[in-house]
């Protein structure tokens, strides 16, 4: 609170951010008191709400993990070289962010449908993508891919190159100089994109759903609810998600500042 005092600056800040803040803490705060313990009890003890938190997280988490074995890698070439056309590679990673979702869905759907090549050949070997998991984890992976990208790589042009230079003269291979000196300086910004990717895959609704509407995400089973049923009958479901999102995302912010300290 020092930093308050005599600072009028400060809390002139302090109060257009508090108008921010209500805007977003109100309408959680009023879904979560509106919906009581019971109400709570019971929808958790629906198989079909559960199963669909449980898809929901898991496969946010799988999309993160492919985003995070490609990503990467893509963010240090970005970070580190030069080469024609990157400007259109980098246009590329963010263009997800502004594609509406229900297009970025029909997109998918022409590449990964069942008539598609990619399809058919997905399919000879078991997998498919309509109305499948693998075809959730591929729109939550396309919609979000974008933040763990950009974070690896604004992370790996953080790391000063002429540290790289030095592990080289001391006889340290690339392979090595990536992993025991660029990777760990750059690991907070890596792990800060994948906070960020993972929590925006749990909120896809768009892409999924034109594409995998069943098996039901959390999103998906929120809104067919409140379709077909109405306001109380989606209330309970979508309260539970928020309770547990807000849960685990605490959680995922607190192991990550232990790891930064």
Do not use: C
């Not at 729109?139 to 540290?163: I, T």
């Not at 792990?191 to 069943?214: C, D, K, P, Q």
């Amino acid at each position: 609170m020092k930093q308050f005092r005599n600072n009028r600056l400060l809390w002139v800040f302090a109060l257009l951010g508090a108008v921010l803040v209500w805007f977003i803490a109100w309408p959680l705060l009023r879904t979560v008191l509106a919906a009581g313990p019971h109400m709570l009890w019971e929808a958790i003890q629906e198989e079909e709400v559960r199963a669909a938190i449980s898809l929901t997280f898991s496969a946010s988490a799988a999309a993160t993990l492919i985003a995070l074995i490609l990503g990467v890698p893509l963010a240090y070439v970005l970070a580190r070289a030069s080469f024609p056309g990157k400007a259109l590679i980098e246009a590329l990673v963010d263009i997800p962010v502004v594609v509406p979702h229900s297009a970025a869905g029909i997109a998918l759907l022409m590449v990964f449908g069942r008539q598609s090549f990619l399809g058919q050949l997905f399919g000879k070997v078991g997998i498919r993508f309509v109305s499948a998991v693998p075809g959730i984890i591929i729109a939550m992976l396309f919609v979000s891919l974008s933040f763990l990208v950009n974070a690896a790589r604004d992370g790996f042009r953080s790391v000063d190159e002429r540290l790289e230079r030095v592990a080289r003269t001391l006889g340290a291979s690339p392979w090595e100089v990536f992993w025991q000196v660029t990777f760990p300086l750059a690991w907070r910004s890596i792990l800060s994109g994948i906070i960020m990717m993972w929590a925006r895959g749990l909120s896809e609704f768009g892409a999924v759903v034109i594409l995998a509407y069943n098996p039901m995400v959390a999103p998906v089973l929120i809104f067919e609810r409140f379709e077909s049923y109405g306001l109380s009958y989606a209330r309970p479901v979508a309260t539970l998600v928020i309770l547990i999102s807000l849960v685990v995302f605490l959680i995922l912010r607190w192991v990550g500042r232990d790891v930064e300290a």
